[in-house]
C-alpha cells in the first residue's frame, strides 16, 4: 500500500517539474494569456474597468511582472524561458508550502479535537 502512494507522489511531482519545464512555451504564443489582463487591459475588451477592479488594481504586485526579472523585459529568448521556469518553480514552490502548512494546521486541529473529545 505505502509503495503505491510513494508511486503516486513520485507521478505528481514529474508531472510538476514537465509542465515547469514547458512554461516557456507561453512566449512562444502571440497576444496576452485569458484572464491575466490588467485593469487596462479588460478597459480594452469590455469598455470599462469593473469597480473592484479598479480599486484593488493597485493592491497587489507580483513578485516577478511578466514572468521575468527586471531588466529582462527585452532580453533573447533563452533569458526570458529561463525566467518563466523560475517563476513558475517560485510559484509552484509556494502553493506547495502553503498546501503543506494548511495540512498541518488542520491535521493538528483535528488531532487536538480528538483528544478533547475522548478525555
Given amino acids: 500500500m505505502c509503495g ?3 508511486k503516486s507522489k513520485a ?4 508531472g510538476l517539474v514537465v509542465m ?8 512562444l504564443a502571440s497576444g496576452t ?4 489582463w490588467g485593469a487596462d487591459g479588460v ?19 507580483a513578485p516577478l511582472p511578466d514572468y521575468t ?9 533563452l533569458h526570458s524561458a529561463f525566467a518563466y521556469i ?10 506547495v508550502a502553503l498546501a503543506y502548512l494548511l495540512g ?7 488531532k487536538d479535537n480528538g483528544v478533547l473529545n475522548k478525555g
Avoid: M, N, Q, R
Fill in 4 to 6: 503505491d502512494t510513494t
Fill in 11 to 14: 507521478k505528481l511531482w514529474i
Fill in 20 to 27: 515547469i519545464i514547458l512554461t516557456p512555451l507561453g512566449l
Fill in 33 to 36: 494569456a485569458w484572464g491575466e
Fill in 43 to 61: 478597459k480594452g475588451l469590455i469598455g470599462y474597468v469593473p469597480k473592484g477592479l479598479e480599486h484593488f488594481s493597485d493592491f497587489w504586485h
Fill in 69 to 77: 526579472f527586471k531588466g529582462w523585459e527585452e532580453a533573447p529568448f
Fill in 86 to 95: 523560475v517563476s513558475a518553480a517560485v510559484g509552484v514552490a509556494i502553493v
Fill in 104 to 110: 498541518k494546521l488542520l491535521a493538528k486541529k483535528e
